[in-house]
RNA sequence: CCAGAAGUUUGAACACUCGCAAGUCCUUUUAGGACUUGAGGAAAGUCCGGGCUCCAUAGGGCAAAAUGCUUGGUAACACCAAGGCGGAGAGAUCCGAUGGAAAGUGCAACAGAAAGUAAACCGCCUAGAUUUUUAAUUUAGGUAAGGGUGAAACAGUGAGGUAAGAGCUCACUUAUCUUGUGGGUAACCAUAAGGUACGGUAAACCCCGUUUGGAGCAAGAUCAUGCAGAGAAGUUGAGGCGGCCCGCUGAUUCUCGGGUAGAUUGCUUGAGAUUUAUAGUGAUGUAAAUCCUAGAUAGAUGAGUGUAGAUGAGUGCGUAAAGCACUUUGAACAGAACCCGGCUUAUAGAGCAUCUGGGAGC
RNA sequence: GGGCUUAUAGUGUAACGGAUAGCAUACCUGACUUCGGAUCAGUUGGUAGGGGUUCGAAUCCUCUUAGGCCUA
């Protein structure tokens, strides 16, 4: 798992892709299906929690993607989580996010085949 | 035991799985492995003061700003300690931007007669006039003792004195000034003599004393990468020393357009930490020994699970309190970014030692 | 990093240290109307939060909180 840093990474993310959570979820996830890795770039409003808060998710839910990393997920991500998630409990989040991308995994895969039946 | 006052220390343990940064070593070679180390008391707010770097070795004057009892501490301070004075409290103790109102200017709503070199509304007294003549009305004076207003009204009490009164006089008291004496380094305190009764406000302007050159690690230094030039001013002094003038310096500067935006250094050994001794009422200083303890760059220092578990809530036992058992909950404020000294603000809980008042027992 | 500045009723704004904190609009109540709008009458609601100076503070000083702007 890498982590998007520079500008131009998170440009690139957001010209290319799209949103793939709805508009009442607590958690906004930008993505782009590029590539074999896995990466990650996480944007926060310091509204939302003070430092240490802010520090503490990242921590988690780049240990979250550790995790999925191993259970085959690529792509690229973009992430915004509100005050909804970020007081929520650690299995929440972890199931939230697994969904949410296997939603996106799943669409993917069947799309094309989607259309050669039409 | 109850109620308070003030100080200081600490501020989340263990195991397993997975993972981050720096350094050292090893293997293989630019990836992997092993070991060690890795956030606070406020890292925060950015409110003061300094170090460091560049600009004159940071110079003079004006302006502007800050500060304001005394002595000491410190690299320095708007900080700290000890003391003086004033205020709050029964006390431990706490609070105070605490120089000058007799240099000048201003301000004080409403109420009140009067808010400052003054003042007569009611009242008191004297004289005259008129009338309804031991009284009332009115005119001219005297009067700050009494009333009422206000946050604040030119000293308080008593006696003498007087037409009535008045520091007008006297005694004691209060405040304050001058001089002397004694104590204290000083702020100031005590006391004697003589004078005075001169209001408040400077966190209103102001006056007086003291202090302050500017910019900030994106400071500054070095190496790469990249592009396209044109115009204007300038040794008869451009620009700089970021308020202005003097003074100093002495060749580049400005506008438009084009281009690159990566890396190294500064960077962590320091007004450092711990312990002991010692000087001092204390802040703090001095000496010796030992130790090296984060340095990231969208920002590392952790994530999950389990055990144990402060505290809170509920139930049961118990007359009640204390206590015991069971169930559940599951730990405050908060994240270094050049570095230090303070201040301010946020903070669940735990420990240590001290003082005051009250109650009960011996 | 370094500066400056703002906060007044739901909203937009006034206010010399001395007011019961003003004005417009919105909300609410009543009248008018068959009903609604417009109109008329009336009510409610506020100095961002602590502490200080002062006889007296929205105003002066200070700390905190939340914004905004300039600059390198």
């Known amino acids: 798992m890498k982590t998007l840093k520079k500008k131009r990474d998170f ?3 957001f010209d290319g892709g799209r949103f793939i959570t709805k ?3 607590p958690i906004k996830v930008y993505a782009l299906k590029e590539g074999t890795d896995l990466m990650v770039g996480i944007m926060i409003r310091k509204t939302v929690i003070n430092a240490v808060g802010r520090n503490y ?3 988690q ?3 979250i993607f550790l995790d999925l990393e191993k259970e085959g997920f690529s792509g690229q991500y973009i992430l915004m ?3 909804g998630f970020v007081k929520s409990e650690f299995k929440e ?3 939230r996010l697994r969904r949410i991308l296997q939603n996106f995994h799943n669409k993917q895969n069947r799309n094309p085949n989607h259309r050669k039946n039409l």
Request: no cysteine; hydrophobic share 15%.
């Open 11 to 13: 440009q690139r993310v």
């Open 23 to 25: 508009r009442e979820s």
């Open 57 to 59: 998710t990242k921590r």
């Open 81 to 83: 989580p509100t005050k």
């Open 93 to 95: 989040k972890k199931d």
């Open 61 to 63: 839910i780049k240990a």
